[in-house]
């Protein structure tokens, strides 16, 4: 059953816990001067399940291109990257740090009814799984994820334990904020001079929408059709609702009255939407399997295994044949700047990729195709 928090009378409040919390949270948004909810003619409303799982859902009909919600910035956590943390830290550890320094000032945090509704364990791989599940991942690409972020998160906490700027909170209270940063924040593109930064952040309410993104057709096909239907905008405040920065939500297509409001999260693949999200979308277009760990081992487990016959026996011969190849691979990374659904260019040096549309990593084609040139002309392996 579905809880519409904008339905329940205050009488029916008092006598179910159930949405309670999100009710104090809508007030607190509404006497914030958070646009677009908590009034007769919003059209939109946080929901809640008697399972505990929580939405926004549209009341009312939309159109295209409609305004929904207008939060202003300064209700959210913004990265500041205070100065006494350093540049040492990755910057989503900065922005755990700042959450968990908001939730150690209790209730005279001036955010305290945002933080009552954010979820005591993240239910996903990396917050909180049961334990057979983790069994059963046992040499899967999501458990070596796992042991990676588990393994940076304790080297992070290590920098920090013994400086004042996370109280007494303990290295669990910095997985939590880690695992909420990783399942809740926003990455907003800036420019500081001429350098490309991205500013993350915690945003009350439009942390509330769930995920749905491209969905390939059918199992392996490039057809895809976007299954999401809202996006955020940083608006500046000669341009706002509010009179503030604020992030604003949009239709990105008609919405009936009834329908869930969806954000597209990200472009990651399921294994990374499972470590932090906790589910693996569907039929995903951004789906992929990972062949190697880099071009270098990809090259080396081809000649290990399949090395073309025409391949020269001399070490020499046969190095230069493989250095042509890694150029070979190299270049194609270049040029797939242009074409970034086939490399993300930011992968250039490393994984080697199959992904969904059966893309294979342009890199590893070229490689190939180098290293059969240098056996006998013509040879395919
Ligand atoms: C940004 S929060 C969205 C609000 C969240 N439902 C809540 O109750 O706080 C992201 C979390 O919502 C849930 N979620 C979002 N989209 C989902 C989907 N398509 N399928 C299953 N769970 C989803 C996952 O637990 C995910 O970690």
Redesign the pocket.
């Known amino acids: 059953m579905r809880l519409c928090i904008w339905i329940l009378s205050s009488q029916a409040a008092e006598q179910s816990s159930f949405g309670l919390d999100l009710q104090g949270f809508q007030s607190w948004l509404t006497a914030n001067g958070v646009k677009g909810i908590g009034t007769n003619d919003s059209k939109i409303a946080l929901y809640t399940t008697e399972s505990?799982?929580?939405?926004l859902m549209c009341t009312k009909d939309v159109a295209e291109g409609e305004q929904l919600l207008n939060v202003p910035l300064r209700l959210g956590i913004v990265d500041q990257a205070p100065e006494e943390l350093g540049d040492d830290l990755l910057e989503v550890s900065r922005l755990a740090v700042q959450l968990l320094q908001e939730r150690s000032l209790g209730e005279s945090s001036q955010r305290y009814p945002w933080l009552q509704?954010?979820?005591e364990e993240?239910?996903?791989l990396y917050g909180c799984f049961p334990e057979n599940l983790y069994n059963a991942l046992q040499g899967s690409v999501a458990e070596c994820d796992l042991s990676k972020a588990r393994q940076r998160a304790a080297t992070e906490y290590a920098k920090i334990k013994d400086t004042q700027t996370i109280g007494d909170a303990t290295e669990a209270d910095f997985r939590w904020a880690i695992s909420v940063v990783h399942?809740?924040a926003f990455s907003v593109p800036g420019k500081q001079g001429d350098d490309d930064i991205s500013i993350n952040m915690l945003m009350p309410l439009v942390?509330?929408?769930?995920?749905?993104g491209k969905e390939c057709s059918f199992l392996l096909s490039d057809e895809s059709e976007a299954e999401d239907n809202v996006r955020w905008d940083i608006v500046r405040p000669e341009r706002s609702q509010t009179g503030d920065w604020e992030m604003a939500v949009s239709a990105t297509k008609a919405i009936e009255a009834g329908e869930d409001a969806?954000l597209s999260?990200s472009t990651e693949p399921g294994s990374q939407f499972l470590l932090?999200?906790?589910?693996v979308?569907n039929r995903s277009q951004f789906e992929e399997v990972i062949l190697f760990e880099s071009i270098f081992e990809a090259v080396d487990w081809v000649l290990a295994s399949c090395a073309p016959e025409g391949l020269p026996k001399d070490d020499a011969q046969r190095k230069e044949c493989i250095s042509r190849a890694l150029e070979a691979a190299e270049e194609a990374a270049e040029t797939a700047g242009d074409c970034p659904q086939h490399v993300d260019i930011q992968d250039k040096a490393s994984l080697v990729k199959f992904s969904a549309g059966s893309r294979l990593d342009d890199r590893l084609f070229a490689a190939l195709t180098s290293l059969s040139g240098g056996g006998s002309k013509g040879q395919c392996f």
Do not use: A
Request: hydrophobic share 30%; net charge positive.
């Open positions: 505990g799982e929580r939405g509704v954010l979820p993240v239910p996903s399942s809740r942390d509330m929408l769930n995920h749905r969806w999260y932090h999200y906790g589910f979308p």
